[in-house]
């Protein structure tokens, strides 16, 4: 039983991870985009946060995706009169997206689901062994 608790802890965890890098994949592909009218705001950055779940049927803590907030911090603006985005005094506003920040944190998540696929490898192989042995 311990082996499957270890191995729905680290599928919770691929999961969690994977929905983490699909949140901070559509921040890095928002990175540059303007409004879709002048004055208008543009993409605002998402961040994805984590909740823990009760595994009622492995009586186990598991990790899901919890709510993506939106960033709140201020847009940054670049003073371009002549684009079609721009407000009544010339500035454009640009998504709150540092794509510096974005990358690491990808890397961050990437990191994390090697770990959990690894959990699962050294999971399997366990139980691989167990079995070998029962049969000798």
Known sequence: MDFLKSMAIAASGLKAQSG???????N???AESTAQRAGADPYRRKIPTFKSEMDRALNAQTLALGRVRTDQS???TKYEPGHPAA??????????????VEMTDMRE??????????VIGATR??????????RS
Do not use: C, H, W
């Not at 407000?87 to 510096?100: E, F, W």
């Not at 998540?109 to 690894?118: M, T």
């Not at 192989?125 to 029962?134: A, F, G």
């Open 20 to 26: 983490r890098m699909r949140v901070i994949a559509e």
């Open 28 to 30: 890095i592909a928002n």
């Open 74 to 76: 201020e847009f940054r």
């Open 87 to 100: 407000d009544a005094n010339g500035y454009v506003k640009y998504p709150n997206v540092n794509s510096l």
């Open 109 to 118: 998540a990437q990191r994390s689901y090697e770990a959990n696929l690894n």
């Open 125 to 134: 192989r366990m139980i691989q062994r167990t079995i070998d042995l029962l």
